[in-house]
């Protein structure tokens, strides 16, 4: 079955980074982009980006432009999302999901989320 | 950036009513390009409709998606108990794939 683990929950000072995995198994990892939406405490949900697996291609919201990077290794079916210069505001759930229908948009499957604190 | 403003903000329903939540968006959308999830507390958000009007895997058939260009509704037919919770569209016809703020529906 479809699966997305993502990494476990970080406590981070500001102006530090974060790196979040998320590892995919039960389907083809090159096969669907991946994208990472946050969701802040009592909050919606905001799209970050996505990545293509296949190809390393990125497209990042332009408000995270220039402080997030997102990568992934095809080898062991991981993606990851990397967040500088963190700010109190970066707390947040930080989710991975998978594209499941190409040319419509659509996440079919979720990774359970990282909770990111950020606080001095 | 295209934004989408779904209303009402809550809705207050019993179960066996008939639920409608809109989604307008600030630009022409397409059919093609917008979904809808459903969020309960402390979980994950389930993909609904994609499409605008294609139910996802495993949806029951109470849940319907209509619409098109900029004005989009999911509608729910006969609610269920484990359908109150938080509803969000998104759009991907441009980047950034925004998300509307949500729709809580609450038991009245």
């Known amino acids: 079955q479809v699966q997305l683990v993502q990494s476990g929950a970080e406590v981070k000072k500001p102006g530090a980074s974060v790196k979040v995995s998320c590892k995919a198994s039960g389907y083809t990892f090159t096969g669907y982009y991946i994208h990472w939406v946050r969701q802040a405490p009592g909050q919606g949900l905001e799209w970050m980006g996505w990545i293509n697996p296949n190809s390393g291609g990125t497209n990042y919201a332009q408000k995270f432009q220039g402080g997030v990077t997102m990568t992934r290794d095809t080898s062991i079916s991981t993606a990851y999302m990397e967040l500088s210069r963190l700010t109190s505001d970066d707390t947040a759930v930080y989710y991975c999901a998978r594209d499941g229908h190409p040319g419509h948009g659509g996440y079919d499957y979720w990774g359970q989320g990282t909770l990111v604190t950020v606080s001095s | 950036e295209i934004v989408l403003t779904q209303s009402p903000g809550t809705l207050s329903l019993s179960p066996g009513e008939r639920a409608t939540l809109s989604c307008r968006a600030s630009q022409s959308v397409s059919s093609t390009y917008l979904a809808w999830y459903q969020q309960k507390p402390g979980q994950t958000p389930r993909l609904l409709i994609y499409?605008?009007?294609s139910r996802a895997t495993g949806i029951p058939d109470r849940f319907s998606g209509s619409g098109s260009g900029a004005d989009f509704t999911l509608t729910i037919s006969r609610l269920e108990p484990e359908d109150f919770a938080v509803y969000y569209c998104q759009q991907f016809r441009s980047s950034p794939y925004t998300f509307g703020q949500g729709t809580k529906l609450q038991i009245k």
């Open positions: 499409g605008a009007s």
